[in-house]
């Protein structure tokens, strides 16, 4: 089993990252993984700590800083200390940011709709309960 996760986790990848690449407003932003999972995670839950983001991602905090100078220098999201704990950084989400994070689920889309799409659609919800599953328990 282990094989065949892994196995499918890189076609998907590899799915994403040949429609991304069709798409010039994202190569050219250069926007990877860990930016685009924290740019959502900032869209639901900002305005946030880079050390929440980290955490929730399982993204280490060094890797994360990169992840967000990207976002914050392509104008996706604002960084500022917070007024409580000047320690810590808080993230919001612009609307350029929004915008790119709508296109991104818009493309996202497009790769799942033609990745799942071997299953039929009583196959694709049996599966999607079936990783809910493991995720809700994995990350409870």
């Given at each position: 089993m282990e094989m065949q996760l892994g196995r499918l986790a890189l076609a998907y990848r590899s799915a994403m990252r040949a429609r991304f690449e069709e798409h010039d407003e994202f190569s050219e932003w250069g926007l990877r993984p860990p930016s685009?999972?924290?740019l959502r995670v900032v869209a639901r839950s900002g305005p946030i700590s880079q050390r929440e983001v980290s955490q929730r991602l399982g993204v280490h905090p060094s890797d994360m800083v990169r992840a967000v100078d990207k976002l914050e220098a392509y104008g996706?999201?604002?960084r500022v200390r917070a007024d409580a704990d000047r320690r810590r950084y808080d993230l919001t989400i612009t609307p350029k940011g929004r915008k790119v994070l709508d296109r991104y689920s818009e493309v996202s889309q497009e790769v799942d709709k033609d990745f799942y799409g071997?299953?039929?659609p009583t196959e694709q919800k049996?599966?999607?309960k079936l990783l809910s599953k493991?995720?809700?328990h994995h990350f409870a």
């Open positions: 685009i999972g924290a996706l999201v604002t071997v299953l039929s049996q599966l999607e493991l995720v809700d």
